[in-house]
């Protein structure tokens, strides 16, 4: 019989301590998935997998070290933490390791209020199998949809547990479930292809496989016969799909690990406006049925709700407690990490302020410009936020739709790029990142 996560945990501590560690933390994960995968109305691959993984890290003086295994034998579990600790014996001193003064640790957590496990039963390969099915059907159903290259269905059961040596014990499980089509249009050299899908921790929040594979379907028509636009400097609007991205960009630059190397374009702009003064940018880590979602973080630290960039200023940086050490503050709570290496800063769930127009709206305020639904490559300088990615979309003209883009390159500079954005009220609230379509004036389109 599997032994429970909190017990390999406190077994992997008592090793630490057996073998001279000064201080510890572990953590077990165990879990399961089974994904499928149809093409032609059949199966064409299921797949499921099981498992169990073990992470310690053990303190000596100011040296640190870390190990994994899948191996929960009371014999193998001594061996992780003598060759652990002989690891770091011999590794370089860092000032910043270490961790947490119980003071400021977790005490209290209501995890079911937070509902990252969905408590129905885990659907049959069948049931998988038969959204996989539908969702191909209904792209298939399209004229001019031409094939269907993947259509998938998956499920996920995941349960977390950490034990520090400072009295920290915390624990949780995730489950997850899904469907995605991807439509193809066309053929031979005129073929273009698009996707949907939709990611869900409850079950009965999953939007229907038809659908899915219906979105698909629509989007990889539309994007037939793209043309390059010429080159210019044009208003773009980044579509909701895709409109992430530049946030993501901006939560890169705001990580700690980036400030303390020198490697951010925003290492100075502490107190500074990085968006609108209309625009706040918040964590919530405690948001219901969101996958990022969690009571503390993997150093036993309670997570907060946060404004990283309120009324357009940016407040402070994303931090766990050695980053927090190199940068003479304290850690917000922002440590993840896995089995096979130590924690590093992490954001949770984000929203960006929704505005009061409609993705219509926006398009029809562009006048001539483009709409981007998807992205290729990347070129992005992290000290002087120098922007340049591929793209394609569609081309506005007189504030309308005109004709389907691709083989277009959009470049500008991060800094000035999110100071100007102007946000639609568009943003899926589900989402770990609720980011709504932005527009965004003056950016350089290279086409034709």
Not at 173 to 200: F, H, K, L, Q, W
Not at 207 to 218: K, L, T
Request: proline letters at 5%.
């Amino acid at each position: 019989m599997a032994q429970a996560l909190d017990t390999l945990t406190e077994a992997l501590l008592a090793a630490a301590k057996a073998a001279g560690a000064d201080a510890a933390d572990a953590i077990a994960v165990t879990g399961s998935s089974v994904s499928v995968d149809v093409r032609g109305g059949v199966l064409e691959q299921a797949e499921r997998s099981e498992a169990t993984d073990l992470g310690l890290r053990v303190f000596v003086g100011q040296r640190v070290a870390n190990v994994s295994g899948s191996d929960a034998r009371p014999e193998t579990l001594a061996i992780m933490a003598e060759r652990a600790v002989a690891m770091a014996r011999e590794a370089p001193e860092d000032p910043h390791v270490g961790v947490a003064d119980p003071d400021l640790l977790a005490r209290e957590w209501d995890v079911a209020s937070l509902e990252l496990a969905d408590p129905t039963q885990e659907p049959t390969p069948e049931d998988l199998q038969a959204d996989a099915q539908d969702a191909e059907a209904a792209a298939l159903a399209f004229d001019g949809i031409t094939q269907v290259s993947a259509a998938s269905a998956g499920y996920g059961e995941r349960r977390v547990h950490i034990a520090i040596s400072n009295g920290f014990s915390g624990g949780y499980a995730r489950t997850s479930r899904s469907v995605s089509c991807v439509a193809i249009a066309g053929e031979g050299t005129d073929m273009e292809r698009d996707y949907d899908g939709d990611g869900r921790i409850f079950q009965s929040d999953l939007r229907s496989a038809r659908e899915i594979g219906s979105r698909a379907a629509e989007r990889a028509l539309e994007r037939m016969n793209p043309r390059r636009p010429k080159t210019g400097a044009y208003p773009v609007i980044f579509d909701e799909r895709i409109s992430s991205s530049l946030i993501g960009h901006l939560i890169v630059a705001a990580n700690g690990s980036s400030v303390a190397r020198g490697a951010s374009w925003l290492r100075d702009a502490l107190g500074q406006e990085v968006l609108p003064k209309s625009l706040s940018l918040t964590e919530d880590p405690h948001r219901r049925r969101a996958e990022a979602s969690r009571p503390f973080d993997a150093e036993g630290l309670p997570t907060r709700r946060r404004e990283i960039i309120k009324d357009g200023v940016l407040t402070g940086w994303t931090l766990d407690l050695a980053t927090g050490r190199k940068l003479g503050m304290p850690s917000t709570g922002n440590a993840a990490r896995g089995t096979s290496g130590g924690p590093s800063p992490t954001i949770w769930n984000l929203a960006l302020t929704q505005g009061d127009q409609s993705h219509e709206d926006l398009i029809a305020d562009m006048g001539t410009g483009l709409i981007v639904t998807s992205m290729i490559g990347s070129t992005i300088n992290p000290n002087t936020g120098d922007y340049s990615r591929g793209a394609s979309g569609f081309w506005v003209e007189n504030g309308e739709i005109a004709y389907p883009v691709s083989g277009v390159t959009i470049a500008g500079n991060l800094r000035d790029m999110l100071r100007g954005l102007r946000p639609a009220n568009d943003a899926r609230p589900w989402l770990s990142r609720v980011v709504p379509s932005v527009l965004i004036e003056g950016l350089t389109l290279a086409g034709e």
